[in-house]
């Protein structure tokens, strides 16, 4: 189940890159990212990733951001930050604390397997970000959308190549 919350995190960085960018926040892009510990005892589940991006506008902090994934309307796994980001114009790399919580319920498994026969159309994402930028903060919301909706070709093509290689041999 841990390479499962991986691909879900990598969905989460996967969408922070798309082409629906909130323009609150600006334009970044991130360089390169790897997951740098995960602790699978206790819940909520927690995966710690270093995340190098550039942050071409200016700076911010994201005080709060959930991200959830799941199949039709019924979410399965919640992505949480687990304490406020610090981003600064220009290059930076960071610690992204992430606690993951899974539901256990019928649509678990069905969204596994979604993501293993690579049918973005049917995982849907939603979520919402609080950025606090100088003495003013806004709530971004994420719509529903589908993967499919919600990353450019490229980046989906990544996405599946990452699952195929992290949970093709995962029961």
């Given at each position: ?7 879900a ?7 922070c890159a798309?082409?629906?960018q909130?323009?609150?926040?600006g ?7 790897e997951?740098?510990d995960?602790v699978?005892e206790?819940?909520p589940q927690q995966?710690a ?16 951001a959930?991200l959830r ?6 979410r ?16 930076n790399?960071?610690l ?5 919580t ?9 969204l596994?397997?979604a ?10 994402l939603?979520?919402e ?5 100088g ?6 919301t994420?719509?529903?959308a589908?993967?499919?909706e ?12 990452a ?6 041999d995962?029961?």
């Open positions: 189940m841990i390479r499962t919350l991986i691909i995190l990598t969905l989460m960085l996967s969408s798309s082409t629906r909130a323009d609150d926040i334009e970044m892009d991130i360089t390169n990212f997951v740098v995960v699978s206790g819940l995966l990733l270093k995340v190098e991006f550039r942050n071409k506008s200016k700076r911010f902090t994201v005080r709060e959930r994934v799941g199949i039709g309307a019924r399965s796994v919640a992505l949480t930050l687990a304490e406020p980001l610090h981003i600064k114009r220009g290059e790399e960071v992204l604390p992430i606690d993951i899974i539901a256990h319920n019928s649509r678990t498994a069905a596994k397997k993501l293993k026969e690579h049918r973005g159309a049917l995982i849907t939603d979520g970000v609080k950025v606090r930028r003495v003013g903060s806004k709530k971004i994420i719509n529903p589908s993967l499919r919600m990353l450019a070709e490229r980046l989906l093509e990544e996405l599946w190549k699952i195929d290689e992290n949970i093709k995962e029961k």
